[in-house]
């Protein structure tokens, strides 16, 4: 019985660690514009550098206005593009 308590706890731990880990996350308070590419990936700029890039669900264009919820985002959080919620997926550094 122990044996198999000990065993579902390192289960879990292997399950859960690596998507701790693989969650990207950024501050993205201090942008000053956005470029998009393709339909739906963002790349915000501060001080005209490139610093995030990101998609969002659905479709934005160049002319969209893009606004915060909040500034600490993750894969799943949720930014307003034209006023609706979109959910960001793959947040990742423009350095990449």
Same mark, same amino acid.
């Given at each position: 019985? #122990? #044996?198999?308590?000990?065993f ?15 969650? =990207? ?8 514009s956005?470029?998009v ?5 963002? $790349?915000?700029?501060?001080?005209n ?5 990101f998609?969002v669900?659905g479709?934005? =264009?160049? $002319?969209? #206005? ?11 959080d949720?930014?307003?593009v034209?006023?609706? #919620?979109? $959910? ?7 350095? =990449?």
């Amino acid at each position: 019985m #122990k #044996k198999n308590i000990l065993f579902l706890v390192c289960l879990s731990i292997l399950i859960v660690l690596p998507n701790l880990v693989l969650a =990207d996350c950024v501050d993205i308070a201090g942008f000053s514009s956005f470029s998009v590419t393709g339909s739906n990936t963002v $790349t915000l700029y501060s001080m005209n550098k490139p610093f995030v890039k990101f998609d969002v669900q659905g479709s934005i =264009d160049p $002319t969209s #206005k893009l606004q915060l919820i909040k500034s600490y985002v993750c894969d799943g959080d949720e930014v307003l593009v034209n006023g609706f #919620k979109s $959910t960001i997926l793959n947040v990742r550094s423009s350095m =990449d």
